[in-house]
């Protein structure tokens, strides 16, 4: 299902691009360029049909991001039209199918660039190679972007699920170009946070999505465009007898009102430690305020 069509011709950026990260930047900002030369709109190619499409990959919590937020942010580094197809509507196409109904057909490309990974068609049977003869047979500018590295250390979506699985997400960060991050409805807990001077908002994450390490984290947190500095923890909540279940409760720092049913994005800035189980509520309130006076001291300082 694509999002647009367009009857001029564009400059193609191809890929997943789940998560936006350095990378896949690199790329569309090639693409980008190479539009400007040529008189031409930007258009880029994804997917969508979260949370069908990381099951077709073999497991399920893969997401770096909604496709929402991608698409915001596609707009944001300048594509004028986006082609958003549910991935299982493409996946048994043959590479050359793929390319003519979709690069050449309804994105109607005059010039294409990609990663030197790309792969497209069914099972991933069509390379760059096989891309680039494509486009000289139809007379279409052709352009691979290498790698980008961090410290040394190619980006990939990849290492960046690795990374934030392992609680690295100051790593992920520095892959990514951005903060790894989650916009979430805010659901009703029992309150307890409140009883000890540290009211906290609960949000689940959804199980396409990517899961952090289960530990407490700086963060920062968005209200109605206005970020507050965080603590959030996700995790089952050992202390006070939860039912196993995952949450994430973030405690905003400077913040109090209703924010129940809203949609609030928090981002993950810096692990801070594991998540353990305390001998009671006061125990815990001690661990918390310390928690945040060194996010406050360590990290918030210079975000």
């Known amino acids: 299902m ?46 969508r049909g979260e949370p069908e499409l990381p ?38 196409m043959q590479p050359e199918a793929f390319f003519d109904i979709i690069v050449s057909g309804e994105m109607n490309a005059g010039y294409v660039v990609c990663g030197e990974d790309f792969r497209f068609g069914k099972g991933g049977s069509g390379d760059v190679r096989l891309l680039g ?8 500018g052709f352009e691979t972007v290498p790698p980008v590295c961090v410290n040394g250390v190619p980006v990939s979506s990849t290492l960046i699920r690795e ?13 990514l170009g951005h903060r790894f991050s989650l916009e979430l409805p805010v659901l009703h807990g029992k309150r307890l946070g409140r009883t000890i001077g540290f009211p906290t908002i609960n949000q689940v994450i959804p ?45 905003i720092i400077g913040f109090s009102g209703d924010l129940y049913g809203k949609n609030v994005r928090i981002e993950l800035l810096a ?27 360590n990290i918030f300082t210079d975000r």
């Open 271 to 297: 692990f801070i430690r594991e998540e353990k189980k305390f001998s009671g509520l006061d125990e815990l309130k001690a661990q918390l305020e310390t928690d945040r006076a060194f996010a406050e001291k």
């Open 2 to 47: 694509r999002t647009e069509h367009t009857q001029k011709k564009t400059s193609a950026a191809l890929g997943f691009f789940d998560g936006l990260h350095l990378g896949h930047r690199a790329v569309i900002e090639a693409a980008g360029k190479a539009g400007e030369k040529y008189g031409i709109p930007l258009s880029v190619l994804t997917f």
């Open 207 to 251: 199980e396409f999505m990517v899961h952090p390490k289960h530990g407490v984290y700086a963060s920062r947190a968005f209200v109605d465009g206005t970020a507050f500095p965080a603590i959030t923890d996700i995790g089952i909540k050992p202390t006070v007898g939860s039912d196993g279940s995952e949450i994430t409760e973030t405690h």
């Open 55 to 92: 099951k077709f990959a073999g497991r399920h919590d893969m997401g770096l991001m909604t496709y929402g937020d991608r698409e915001d942010m596609l707009r944001a580094l300048g594509a004028q039209h986006i082609f958003a197809y549910d991935f299982a509507d493409i996946r048994d």
């Open 133 to 140: 003869e494509l486009c000289e047979e139809r007379g279409i």
């Open 163 to 175: 990374l934030i699985r392992k609680g690295d997400v100051s790593a992920a960060n520095e892959q």
